[in-house]
Nanobody, 123 residues
């Protein structure tokens, strides 16, 4: 069983930065493929970024590429999402997710989810 707890959401002005953290309680955290997703009101949940167990294989959706960085610290069982140059359209509930497996963007392929953290970017 894997439990995920996100933190770090909040309110920020457009152009600002915010960092999210996801703490995982799991055996063999380094084997988990970790992802960040987001869901805005009235919209479907969408992939944001993901990272493999060695930390070198990251995947970032085009809309945030160059602005968001995903990283992980296996010793601390934590994955991070550093967000810069934030835009109002980045406002959403951000979810951390995990799966035992290889690179994947599909929501249905992730078995474990956090409760989400709200990010609001004001214009």
């Amino acid at each position: 069983q894997v439990r995920l707890v996100e933190s770090g959401g909040g309110l920020v002005q457009a152009g600002g930065s915010l960092g999210l953290s996801c703490a995982a309680s799991a055996l063999a955290f380094s084997r988990l493929y970790m992802g960040w997703f987001r869901q805005a009101p009235g919209e479907e949940r969408e992939f944001v970024a993901a990272i493999g167990w060695v930390g070198s294989s990251s995947d970032v959706t085009d809309s945030v590429k160059g602005r968001f960085t995903i990283s992980r610290h296996n010793a601390n069982n934590t994955v991070y999402l550093q967000m810069t140059s934030l835009k109002p359209e980045d406002s959403a509930v951000y979810y951390c997710a995990a799966r035992y497996g290889s690179k994947q963007r599909a929501i249905s392929r992730y078995n474990y989810w956090g409760q989400g953290t709200q990010v609001t970017v004001s214009s």
